[in-house]
């Protein structure tokens, strides 16, 4: 039936691929105690081979990671081990970790459907509690006094409540049979790399405590999950990789934007499922894109079973809306990663992806496995390509994207156990909750951060007299624990400017009674949302718009207490079409190299960076920036803003004919209307981070006067040198930038178009030629900072890291030894201190290079695009950028050769 749902949508549709439903293998398996087989029965299970295997590895006392596709009946196999130890000996405890709370009570549900069976069966009933941040004190009180065999936790609260408590958790810590930790593929980046500290701290202690444990570690289908699991608890592991349950038929339609643009597409494809009550999940990049659709729907019927959700919205109004979705007066949820993992909401038919995720196929593989979960059901894959490089790199290469998302495998998993930031913090906390370690049980990096603490006078080198052992010792323990979800340990939230709130804030005297009305705000919805130090300086500098649940909110003053942030925001007019955009100016400065290769003539490095972004002010555009212009004048009158506006800038130029505008081009170039504000004082963020760079040979340097004269030849040819040469000398885009900053290119073009008519020569070739000619002005600056946005446009697609996590910026000349002089691109982790993505990039630097030409050179456009070079968060607004340049210094690389 899916088929046939889009036949008036047949224009827009690249292709149709057909996954055929899989049939299940089976086996047997003899539990130690009989119940069980009985309980498998009874449950109507039959067991899939894979969890057979899985079970013979564990059951011979290994540690296992099991990685097969979502619904593979993974949990069935910690599950029913519990059940089968628990009756062998009820004295044993079994600790199972999920990242989300939302996971949790879903798993619990099952847990205790199956522990009514297992009732039924043995008269016993395993007792199992959650322990997560939403239980009340009074239940983790009945927690301690029953101390239950199973729970269920976060990691995070494993990191505030349990390592920290451990005479409380004694009875659960000394008697740990199973460690179970589900959903291992989430466990990367930033949360990934804390979580490993917290698992080894957890480890320490178990050791500490003498229990004799295994590790059960699930996960989504990895490349390497014997090496990662090993690297990750620095334990040894058996893999379970083989799916052997059956899938339901699964349709994968590719749609493009032809007939209508991008949003109108989506709007059709949503309420052509809505219209036949299907369930639908459509996944969006960024919370922008849900609300930017959310409003496009406000005119159509399918926004009465349609809602936005978020992982930042309050909890109670995410409750809501997953009931709703549940029982059907909902039928579409457009989201962001909020949805991805396991979390019940009911049957699913279909997900409908805006776009290739920017993490390549990460996201993807989940997102598409929440579909179908019933056999004999018709599953939908979906994907709406936007104009954008990964999109447009897939649809070049449809077989590589249907073979990979068949396949299912995430190949990389960026965890730095090497983060000193990191590494040190959890030795303190380690320390702090056990008091003393053994010197010689720490390994050489750990001795080095320890050194670091004593320095620091947190915990000093103690000789026991009686063993004449080292010892480490705690001098100040660690007051407050940091969240393991974020790089910084700040907290960042948007409250409703209301003066009451900032009073009260100020008059809060203890860290405990700040939390307690920050969690009274967020209840009573006086928070918007909390979002983290990146997205801060990104979207919501005083005066910045942002966009939250189909609702417009000016950023207002900033309130700091602590580690935690207060960005007070105005509730502004819905239907304002109006965008923000910070403006930076960066500088990287180099302070270790770790390693360093060549490839050709380019030396590729990779090491510790410092990377200074200073916000000096944003621009505002769209339709209504006019109206928006009169809310950021009070905001200066207030005293909030402080800087300058500057606005409209229209008047230099005639007002913009956006239909002559290709879409591309209109999308990222819609300065039509637009305001400068710039602050008194930038802004600052520093921050050291793991990197790679490119050091050119100066070879590529002509390449500038290379583009001159290719075009200046075509001018010439055309009889128009002395024109040409006229507009060419009367137009300079760093003069120009300024004053026009994203709209500098299109008045260059412009002025262009409007001399070539006067002097009736209108030629686009001659036009092109002439904007060239002005842009090998400004050096090979424009060709570098187009490789910049272009690799890391592209980097997903080997390394399955999101774009948005690294940051970049390229020099002409870079100012500092050791590369004084040279051409130099860096592309860094965006996080600071660094969490495995640098290292992935250096591995891949060579592919990555050879990528980006081909890339480069098959795209179609003329002078650049959002397929090849523009980027969405680029500082300068995609100005100084050549994409020809680009190319012809990748050529003088590829046609290197040393003899
Ligand atoms: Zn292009
Ligand atoms: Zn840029």
Not at 502 to 519: M, T
Not at 577 to 604: G, H, M, N, P, W
Not at 644 to 659: C, R, S, T
Request: glycine content about 6%; hydrophobic content about 40%.
């Amino acid at each position: 039936m899916i088929k046939e749902l889009f036949s008036d949508l047949k224009s827009e549709i690249v292709s149709v691929r057909e996954f055929p439903p899989k049939e299940g293998e089976y086996g047997e398996f003899t539990f130690k105690n009989p119940e069980i087989n009985q309980l498998v029965k009874s449950l109507g299970l039959k067991l899939y081979k894979h969890q057979v295997e899985a079970l013979e590895k564990l059951y011979s006392g290994k540690n296992i990671v099991v990685t097969t596709p979502t619904a593979s009946g993974k949990s069935e196999i910690f599950r029913l081990a519990i059940f089968d130890n628990y009756l062998s000996n009820p004295h044993n405890t079994y600790l199972l970790i999920y990242p989300t709370r939302a996971l949790i009570n879903n798993q619990y549900e099952k847990f205790s459907l199956e522990n009514f069976h297992f009732f039924q069966i043995t008269k016993k009933m395993v007792n199992a509690k959650i322990l997560t941040g939403d239980v009340e004190w009074s239940e983790r009180r009945v927690i301690l006094r029953e101390k239950p065999r199973v729970i269920f936790t976060t990691p995070d609260m494993l990191h505030y409540n349990i390592l920290r408590n451990l005479k409380d958790y004694e009875w659960l810590l000394r008697n740990l049979r199973y460690l179970v930790v589900d959903e291992l593929h989430i466990y990367r980046g930033v949360f990934g790399t804390n979580a490993a500290y917290v698992f080894r701290r957890l480890l320490r202690v178990l050791k500490r405590f003498g229990a004799k444990l295994q590790i059960i570690a699930l996960s989504a289908t990895l490349r390497n999950p014997k090496e990662f699991a090993e690297n990750f608890f620095g334990l040894e592991f058996e893999k379970i990789t083989r799916a052997t349950n059956p899938f339901p038929k699964r349709y994968l339609i590719l749609f493009e934007p032809r007939r209508l643009n991008e949003m109108q597409l989506l709007r059709a494809v949503v309420e052509k499922l809505a219209e036949k009550g299907i369930k639908t999940l459509v996944f969006f990049d960024s919370r922008k894109g849900t609300e930017k659709l959310m409003r496009f729907l406000l005119s159509s019927p399918a926004v009465y079973k349609t809602s936005t959700y978020k992982g930042t919205l309050p909890k109670n109004i995410r409750w809501e809306i997953e009931r709703d979705f549940k029982e059907g007066r909902l039928l579409v949820l457009l989201t962001t990663n909020a949805l991805e993992l396991g979390i019940d909401i009911g049957d699913l038919d279909a997900v409908i992806n805006y776009g290739i995720p920017p993490d390549g196929l990460f996201s993807l593989i989940q997102r598409f496995g929440r579909a179908g979960r019933l056999k004999e059901r018709e599953a939908l894959n979906g994907i709406v390509l936007r104009k954008n490089g990964l999109d447009y790199y897939y649809k070049e290469h449809l077989d590589e994207l249907v073979k990979r998302l068949e396949k299912g495998i995430i190949e990389y998993m960026p965890v730095n156990l090497k983060n000193r930031l990191v590494v040190k913090k959890h030795l303190h906390y380690l320390l702090t909750e056990l008091k003393v370690i053994d010197w010689n049980e720490l390994n050489d990096f750990e001795k080095a951060v320890a050194e670091e603490l004593i320095k620091d006078k947190k915990a000093k080198l103690y000789e026991n007299p009686l063993t004449g052992k080292k010892e480490l010792r705690i001098l100040r323990p660690a007051f407050s624990y940091s969240s393991i979800r974020t790089a910084s340990d700040e907290s960042y939230f948007l409250v409703l400017d209301e003066p009451w709130i900032k009073y009260k804030l100020l008059e809060k005297e203890s860290l405990s009674d700040l939390l307690r009305f920050i969690n009274w705000l967020k209840l009573k919805g006086y928070v918007i949302e909390e979002v983290d130090k990146p997205e801060y300086y990104r979207s919501l500098l005083p005066g910045m718009a942002y966009f939250s649940r189909g609702e417009l909110y000016m950023a207002r003053d900033k309130l700091k207490i602590g580690k935690f942030h207060f960005i007070f925001v105005k509730q502004l007019n819905r239907f304002w079409e109006v965008e923000t955009f910070a403006s930076k100016r960066e500088e990287v400065e180099i302070l270790e190299i770790y390693k360093k290769k060549q490839f050709k003539d380019v030396e590729i490095y990779i090491g510790r960076l410092k990377v200074k972004h200073r916000y000096w002010g944003f621009a505002v555009k769209g339709k209504d920036t006019h109206l928006y212009l009169q809310e950021l004048i009070k905001l200066k009158e207030e005293g909030i803003l402080k800087g300058e506006i500057y606005a409209p800038l229209v008047g230099g130029f005639e007002a913009v004919n956006l239909d002559e505008l290709s879409d591309e081009e209109w999308k990222i170039l819609d300065w039509e209307k637009f305001a400068k504000i710039e602050f008194d004082e930038p802004l600052e963020r520093e921050f050291e981070t793991d990197g790679i760079w490119l050091v050119f040979s100066d070879r590529i340097r002509d390449v500038a006067r290379e583009e001159f004269h290719e075009f200046f030849r075509i001018a010439l040819e055309k009889d128009q040198g002395d024109l040409a040469f006229s507009i060419y000398e009367r137009l300079d885009r760093r003069k120009l930038f300024p004053e026009l900053l994203g709209a500098t290119t299109y008045y260059i073009k412009k002025t262009i178009q409007d001399v070539l008519e006067k002097a009736n020569a209108k030629d686009d070739e001659l036009a092109l030629a002439i904007k060239k000619m002005i842009d090998s002005k400004d050096g090979i600056g424009n060709g570098l900072h187009a490789i910049e946005h272009n690799m890391i446009k592209i980097a997903p697609i080997f390394t399955y890291v999101d774009s948005r996590e690294l940051g970049g910026y390229s020099y002409e000349s870079f100012p500092n030894p050791p590369h004084i002089g040279k051409p130099v691109v860096f592309i860094y982790d965006g996080n600071e201190g660094g969490f495995g993505l640098a290292e992935i990039l250096y591995e891949n630097a060579e592919k990555l290079i050879e990528k980006s030409f081909e890339h480069l050179k098959s795209c179609k456009c003329k002078d650049g695009c959002p397929l090849c070079v523009y980027s969405p968060k680029c500082g300068t607004f995609n100005e100084f950028l050549d994409k020809w340049q680009a190319m012809k210094i990748w050529e003088r690389v590829f046609t290197f050769s040393d003899g």
